[in-house]
């Protein structure tokens, strides 16, 4: 049996202890069985619970779900402490000194009034000080693994950096509306082959225009996405409400109850 955590631990601490013991001997088989491998997956998923909780502006859920992503910081920092790698308390002291040399206009006497000016040369003090790499390209750090539309919107972004941008927004707008005349096209043909490969340039160009018009394509397919999920569970209460299951109402009627609470405007 486990001793409990000593109760004058800091919260840090505590954590790490905790950790360790879920990791022990005689700890939990499915804490112990976890690698850094394994342990990807669950914090995709905390990160997305966390935007979740951000979006819903409830300090209690952002508090809970914070809680849960650090844990699994300090779970994996646990893992290469494990190894003999480094500790949680390394990855804080590194992070603290990074943070530190990149904001030279707060903590020494270089100069930026605004926020554009500060990003600028956020990106020009990671370049010089990353390790050359010959192997590693531009857009290479843009991660595979982020959602498409995310990591499109990156990848246009860091593109831009040596030039290589969209055209003004009216000639993006001209641009648009020209492979929206393919992709039609393509949709009227019904292969699927060509409608794929006329969507994809197509969703793209469209995340090159939003960067472009200064608004993020992420935050708002999430705010369109979080609205019609409103609207269809509002029209899936009233009609269980009169008695009527969604797989036996017409299509119709479906429609026209989600568009009533798509006019009504939270």
Not at 64 to 89: I, K, N, Q, Y
Not at 167 to 172: D, F, I, S, V
Request: glycine share 6%; with cysteine; hydrophobic share 35%.
């Amino acid at each position: 049996m486990n001793q409990p955590l000593p109760s004058n631990e800091s919260p840090f601490q505590g954590l790490r202890e905790l950790i360790a013991t879920l990791r022990g001997e005689n700890g939990c088989p499915w804490d112990r069985k976890q690698t850094p491998e394994s342990m990807r997956v669950y914090l995709v998923e905390e990160m997305y619970e966390l935007l979740d909780a951000l979006e819903s502006d409830e300090p209690s859920a952002v508090l809970e779900e914070l809680g849960d992503v650090l844990f699994h910081v300090f779970f994996l920092s646990c893992m290469f402490e494990e190894r003999g790698e480094f500790t949680a308390m390394d990855v804080a002291t590194a992070n603290t000194e990074k943070m530190i040399a990149r904001h030279p206009h707060v903590f020494g006497d270089d100069k930026a009034k605004t926020a554009e000016e500060v990003r600028a040369r956020w990106h020009q003090f990671k370049k010089n000080q990353q390790k050359p790499k010959p192997e590693k390209r531009l857009l290479d750090a843009v991660p595979k693994s982020m959602p498409a539309l995310m990591r499109a919107y990156r990848i246009i972004e860091r593109a831009s950096r040596v030039g290589v941008d969209r055209p003004p927004l009216g000639a993006g707008v001209k641009a648009l509306d020209q492979k929206w005349a393919g992709l039609r096209q393509a949709f009227d043909s019904g292969d699927k082959e060509t409608i794929s490969e006329k969507l994809g340039p197509f969703l793209f160009e469209l995340s090159g225009l939003s960067r472009q018009a200064g608004v993020h394509p992420e935050n708002c397919l999430t705010r369109a996405a979080n609205e019609f999920s409103r609207c269809f569970s509002h029209a899936e209460e009233e009609l269980k409400q009169a008695g009527k299951d969604l797989e036996d109402v017409n299509p119709e009627e479906i429609n026209r109850t989600i568009k009533k609470y798509e006019e009504e405007k939270p």
